[in-house]
């Protein structure tokens, strides 16, 4: 009753009353080539209403941004804050495009989403607050984010502090974040999946160790560090498709973010891997869309698809679960050509 009952109201009446300032720092143009308009491939930024949810949250939490406080705290914090919506809003904001991830998205499932962030940088706000990394000598290795709701996600700080643009996001695609995303604050962290760095509905971030505190997906026996692994997802055709002999466009998405997509190719059958065309890349903490136009000959085929890295790691062919840490193994997609 009090989440969505006058407090709700307020909350409401809150998101409506933000203004998002123009960011000190904007996210780089996303390159015209980016979006390669194929049909049936997901568009290069997912629109919000679009935007898969994962949570754990019965009733989404209606926090009001006017009452809001976000504490910072714990060890080797040498002047802990509270901060409010304002104190934030007031400082120079960053924009960045940065693609998330679910560790429970299933090889070729829905959980990935590409999204423009607006928020304070992370690391600035740590350091402001005397937090040294753990590779720098300081005593805490885990930032764990309490929610108003009870959740608690943990992450490394080196990750968060290493020159990332890990984010306090407080915009999504041009707007306050929607309720279901997190208003009015959460975190989003490049190339960590969400339940080690997306905590949503933000107020408590407090420095730890990872020896000292488990938070809510570990206790739950998922792994405490978790980068996100390396995919590559056929958008279309879709699963038992028929389409008609000649030329189909093969199509999808890859990502590995903050590593960077170099290369994407996609195997008929048991023939040789064949490289397919990649759309412009917009930064390295983006999925990239690919193609490939496919001479399909009548019958039914398998086509498979991989990714390599930034690095230069080839995506796996390991099949994993996805616990503890991210499923992997490669997508495939079953059609009938007519
Ligand atoms: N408060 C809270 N934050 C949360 C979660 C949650 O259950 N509660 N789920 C996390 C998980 S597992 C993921 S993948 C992302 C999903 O963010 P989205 O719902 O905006 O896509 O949020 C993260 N933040
Ligand atoms: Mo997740």
């Known amino acids: 009753r009090s989440l969505n009952g006058s407090r709700g109201r307020d909350a409401v009446a809150s998101r409506d009353n933000v203004l998002l300032p123009a960011p000190g720092s904007p996210a780089t143009p996303v390159p015209g080539g980016a979006g390669l308009r194929i049909p049936g491939v997901s568009p290069f930024v997912t629109p919000t209403k679009d935007f898969y949810r994962v949570d754990t949250a019965l009733v989404v939490p209606k926090v009001d941004a006017t009452t809001w406080r976000l504490r910072i705290h714990g060890k080797g914090v040498t002047r802990p804050v509270s901060l409010s919506f304002d104190d934030l809003l007031r400082r120079s904001l960053i924009e960045r495009d940065i693609t998330l991830t679910c560790v429970s998205n299933e090889v070729g499932g829905p959980y990935v989403g ?77 190339g960590l999946y969400g339940y080690v760095s997306a905590c949503k509905w933000i107020q408590d971030l407090e420095l730890t160790t990872f020896d000292a505190y488990d938070p809510y ?98 995506q796996t062919a390991q099949r994993a679960r996805t616990i503890p840490d991210g499923a992997s193994g490669r997508h495939s997609v079953v059609v009938t050509v007519d």
């Open 217 to 314: 997906w570990v206790k739950r026996d998922w792994a405490r560090r978790a980068p996100v692994k390396t995919q590559s997802r056929i958008d279309t055709p879709k699963p038992f498709a028929r389409p008609r002999a000649g030329t189909v466009m093969v199509a999808g998405v890859a990502w590995a973010q903050h590593r960077g997509v170099r290369e994407v190719e996609v195997r008929v059958d048991d023939g040789p891997w064949q490289r397919a065309r990649l759309a412009a890349e917009d930064t390295v903490d983006t999925w990239r869309q690919w193609s490939f136009p496919w001479e399909a000959t009548k019958g039914g085929h398998t086509l498979t698809v991989r990714a390599t890295d930034g690095t230069g790691q080839v």
């Open 114 to 190: 590409n999204a423009r962030w607006i928020g304070v940088r992370l690391a600035d706000l740590l350091a402001e607050c005397g937090v040294t990394p753990p590779s720098k000598g300081g005593p805490a290795d885990q930032l764990v984010a309490r929610s108003v709701d009870g959740m608690t996600i943990g992450s490394p700080v080196d990750d968060v502090m290493d020159g990332r643009d890990a984010l306090l996001a407080v915009g999504m695609n041009g707007r306050p974040l929607p309720f279901e995303h997190g208003f009015p604050v959460r975190m989003v962290v490049p």
